[in-house]
């Protein structure tokens, strides 16, 4: 079955210090992956996506991630964190012929100051 | 700006009632979403629809109900058979293509009385 996981329910990171949140998939091909972050009582912001091509991806709010084919990994990273990125993050997943998306469960971030 | 907007807010549901959740977009997207989310479970897809009239059911659909008479529109229903209502609720939704992100709203927090 399809699946998108991430390990770590809760992260705790020292403010300036760098990040790196986890996700793996599981799927028959290569799905189109995508990074979101949400905020307490809010929606869902689209941080960075991957299709195809080049493995590193930018995104918004200095954030980049890198797809390994070998590992079915897509891991966000953050070279220094601010207090303001406390959030939950989400990884998604979703293939060619389905409108559907499969998000993990999330990692809740905490920064201290 | 184009967007969704989500109403209420807050919501309130009585023991037998049921109560209905806006979602409105002015993105010109076909696909619309709803989610429930629940702590540490992530996103659940509770229905979707590609295009007006048209609606699929999702993962946790038992206890809901959509209609898509319009593109812009896709309320949801949350009828008296859903046992445990109490959860955040999201509405997304997305262009034509299947590697479209999703754009989320605010959310509607229903709670039972």
């Known amino acids: 079955a399809q699946s998108v996981t991430q390990p770590d329910i809760h992260i705790t990171v020292s403010e300036g210090a760098s990040l790196e949140l986890r996700c793996n998939y599981s799927?028959?091909?290569?799905?189109?992956l995508f990074w979101y972050v949400q905020s307490p009582g809010q929606g869902l912001q689209l941080l960075l996506k991957?299709?195809?091509?080049?493995?590193l991806v930018q995104g918004i709010k200095g954030f980049e991630a890198e797809f390994k084919r070998s590992q079915s990994s897509f891991n966000l990273r953050k070279p220094s964190v601010h207090w303001s990125d406390a959030a939950e993050y989400f990884c998604?997943?979703?293939?060619?012929?389905?409108?559907?998306?499969?998000f993990g469960t999330g990692t809740r971030l905490k920064v201290l100051a | 700006d184009g967007g969704i907007t989500q109403s209420p807010k807050y919501l309130f549901r009585k023991e037998g009632q049921n109560v209905t959740l806006s979602c409105e977009q002015n993105?010109?997207?076909?696909?619309m979403y709803w989610y429930r989310q629940d702590p540490g479970q992530g996103l659940r897809l509770i229905y979707y629809?590609?295009?007006?009239?048209?609606?699929q059911k999702g993962d946790i659909a038992e206890g809901y109900s959509v209609s898509r008479e319009k593109k812009e529109s896709f309320p949801l229903t949350v009828t008296s058979a859903q046992k445990n209502p109490t959860a955040f609720y999201l509405c997304?939704?997305?262009?034509?293509?299947?590697?479209?992100?999703?754009?989320f709203g605010d959310g509607t927090r229903l709670s039972i009385l």
């Open positions: 997304a939704s997305s262009g034509q293509g299947v590697s479209q992100p999703q754009h």
């Open positions: 799927y028959g091909a290569t799905p189109y």
């Open positions: 991957y299709f195809s091509g080049d493995t």
């Open positions: 998604a997943a979703t293939t060619s012929g389905t409108y559907k998306y499969i």
């Open positions: 993105l010109n997207h076909d696909a």
């Open positions: 629809s590609q295009i007006v009239n048209d609606f």
